[in-house]
């Protein structure tokens, strides 16, 4: 059904465009950005899928653009530059219909980038890339990384894409419920309350980083200790976990954080490159009654299916069997497969929460969440409803570091290491069919240069509280100016590793929609499920549910033996 209807929109999206963008288009809340066209500048249309990031950030550069390159002659007759914003675009980059689309630039999410290149419907952007951006002396190139550099240029050489936003998937904890209910661990683990805290001035645990003093302490440091907090929530009046129940494949975030912090960035890595090296994976060859068997190999595209068995995954699969389990305990009642119940809803509810006595610890979203309730409206409304209007606007809410260890011996100190793994595949590009207008070709490059200073850069996290995904630092007084949650996300960015779902592997870059996609269906008993909720509802366990996500050799063989060595 999603499929359908992301091509009906790309249908209407294509009708749309065709007739003119004489102005903005705007949608329910965008009344701001209706502006009529000047005759006298050069139109650069620009499309933004508004998303969890919303257009705030580009009304801002667009802003500071149009004044920079206000004297500027891109078209005979012509002086200055009138950037135009689709913001009814709510198409993202897997269904775009870029021959006939009047639209120039693009800011969008799930772009096969490899898929337009090889079609020719990308610009190339390589000049621009090389170069320093707008009045800067590094080029744009030097802020990517080396995964970035190779991935982006395996094709034919050349750069088509700059990153866009990053986006990580997993939980987000609520640090006043967290503070006012004592749910940090102690360092004590015989201190009489459980090994909780009974002061917020107890020395707190290592946390899953296996260190004293930073952003994680007090945080689980092991899957059992994450299930004592799940039960320690529960018996004070807080409820766990929340996510929508409209959307149940939100509870794979939770699998795909677990099984990340598992596997650590590496072995994350090697799903996408199909190349170790030297060094090797654990992967799961059966089960010993529920122990499982396990088995060090080296990854190759010849055994790439093995990826599937990865113990970290099925770790992943067996946290959230438990939750399931206990969900009545666990999970917010709406979460439980409730149809109406969105992901706006669940944002929501998580932030009205601990002012209606119904406090909710953990959030399964993305790390935009945050941002994405100010641009639904949700954080306004919530600020609004409670009389205590100054603790309403100053939440503190982190990002949720996760152990990768099961459980561990007393006196061990467990450490994990944290693993943000960017899924969206958000980039910015420009639409090849503009290839034959130069005046159009000069203001688009302009553009995408400006948009990728390091003061852009740094305003687009300022503006949204995300990181784009590039190098560059923010100022202190930057990052001060970010919210508690969003201080959190870049604190956890510049302390972890960042894997990013790209790849310079032929195998990978023309099978990109099979090794990124679906990636959690399996089939038990004849019975196909799509999502792990689903089965685990079902009385599916995670065991069954893991290997029949299996890929047998001989169906690997079959679809890309044409990639193996010779």
């Not at 003119?20 to 000047?38: L, T």
């Not at 995904?469 to 923010?474: A, H, N, R, V």
Request: charged share 20%; net charge negative.
């Amino acid at each position: 059904m999603k499929k359908l209807l992301a091509i009906l929109l790309s249908a209407v999206c294509a009708v749309a465009v065709m007739v003119g963008c004489d102005a903005y288009r705007p949608g329910n809340d965008d009344d701001k950005w209706y502006e009529q066209v000047d005759p006298s500048k050069t139109q650069l249309y620009v499309s933004n899928l508004k998303g969890g990031i919303g257009h705030d950030w580009l009304y801002n550069v667009k802003q500071r653009f149009e004044a920079a390159y206000a004297d500027h002659v891109f078209e005979e007759g012509k002086k200055g530059i009138q950037v135009m914003v689709d913001t009814d675009n709510s198409v993202n980059g897997a269904w775009l219909i870029l021959p006939t689309s009047e639209w120039e630039v693009y800011f969008s999410e799930n772009v096969p980038f490899n898929d337009y290149i090889s079609q020719g419907q990308l610009l190339d952007i390589s000049d621009v890339v090389k170069a320093p951006a707008y009045g800067e002396t590094e080029t744009i190139e030097s802020k990517l990384d080396e995964s970035q550099k190779t991935a982006f240029t395996a094709m034919n050489g050349n750069y088509y894409v700059l990153p866009h936003y990053e986006a990580y998937r997993g939980l987000s904890y609520n640090v006043t419920v967290f503070e006012d209910n004592k749910l940090f661990l102690a360092d004590d683990k015989d201190n009489g309350n459980e090994g909780f805290i009974m002061r917020l001035t107890d020395k707190r645990s290592a946390g899953p980083n296996g260190k004293y003093g930073d952003y994680d302490d007090g945080l689980p440091a092991t899957v059992e200790e994450f299930f004592k907090l799940c039960d320690r929530m529960a018996m004070v009046g807080v409820t766990p976990i929340v996510w929508p129940g409209a959307y149940v494949g939100y509870a794979e975030y939770i699998v795909d954080a677990f099984a990340q912090a598992f596997m650590g960035a590496d072995a994350c890595r090697y799903d996408l490159t199909f190349d170790s090296g030297n060094d090797t994976v654990e992967i799961i060859t059966g089960f010993n009654g529920d122990t499982p068997i396990t088995q060090q190999i080296s990854v190759t595209n010849e055994n790439g299916y093995l990826l599937r068995q990865q113990s970290g995954k099925y770790f992943g699969y067996a946290v959230l069997q438990n939750i399931i389990k206990n969900i009545d305990k666990y999970v917010y009642s709406l979460s439980n497969n409730n149809s109406t119940f969105t992901h706006y809803d669940s944002q929501e509810e998580f932030l009205v929460g601990e002012f209606e006595n119904k406090p909710i610890g953990m959030i399964a979203d993305g790390n935009y969440w945050w941002n994405e309730t100010s641009v639904s409206g949700a954080y306004q409304r919530s600020v609004n409803q409670f009389a205590d209007r100054a603790k309403a606007e100053n939440r503190n809410f982190s990002w949720m570091p996760l152990p990768g260890v099961w459980s561990a011996e007393d006196g061990e100190t467990p450490a994990t290491e944290l693993v943000l793994r960017d899924v969206m595949k958000s980039y910015c590009f420009v639409n090849g069919n503009i290839a034959d207008k130069p005046a159009k070709v000069a203001a688009a490059k302009a553009f995408v240069s400006f948009c990728y200073t390091d003061e852009s850069l740094q305003e687009f996290t300022t503006t949204t509280g995300v990181a784009k995904g590039l190098d560059y630092e923010l100022t202190s007084e930057q990052l001060a100016s970010l919210t508690k949650f969003g201080q959190s996300c870049w604190t956890m960015r510049q302390e972890g590793t960042v894997v990013r779902s790209i790849s310079g592997n032929q195998m990978f870059m023309e099978n990109e929609q099979e090794f990124t996609a679906y990636l959690h269906r399996s089939t038990v008993s004849g019975q196909s499920y799509q999502t792990p909720f689903t089965a685990f509802k079902a009385g599916v366990s995670a065991k069954d549910y893991f290997m029949g996500n299996w890929i047998a050799q001989s169906d690997w063989n079959r679809d890309y033996s044409k990639y193996f060595a010779v």
